[in-house]
Nanobody, 121 residues
Framework: QVQLVESGGGLVPAGGSLRLSCAAS????????MGWFRQTPGKEREFVAA????????YYADSVKGRFTISRDNAKNTVYLQMNKLKPEDTAVYYC??????????????WGQGTQVTVSS
């Protein structure tokens, strides 16, 4: 069982940066692939980025590739999403998620409560 708590969201001007954190509880964190997703009102939750348990494999949505970086610190049970060159269309509630096995764009078992990111134009 893994419990996830996101932090680091906020209001930032276009072109700015934010770093989201996701703190996990549970002794098996290092065995889970982790992902970040986002959702805006009226739209389905969309995949943003994922990272394997050992951080050797990462995936990104095309819309954030080159701007966002996912990383993790297994000693701290934390996964991060560094977001640079933010755009107004990045505005959303961001969720972290965990799954056993390889990182994917779907089929995650555990979810955080989300953190709001708002990018002003």
């Amino acid at each position: 069982q893994v419990q996830l708590v996101e932090s680091g969201g906020g209001l930032v001007p276009a072109g700015g940066s934010l770093r989201l954190s996701c703190a996990a509880s549970g002794r098996s964190f290092s065995r889970y692939s982790m992902g970040w997703f986002r959702q805006t009102p009226g739209k389905e939750r969309e995949f943003v980025a994922a990272i394997s348990w050992g951080a050797s494999v990462t995936y990104y949505a095309d819309s954030v590739k080159g701007r966002f970086t996912i990383s993790r610190d297994n000693a701290k049970n934390t996964v991060y999403l560094q977001m640079n060159k933010l755009k107004p269309e990045d505005t959303a509630v961001y969720y972290c998620a965990g799954r056993a096995g390889v990182p994917r764009q779907a089929e995650y078992d555990y979810w955080g409560q989300g953190t709001q990111v708002t990018v002003s134009s």
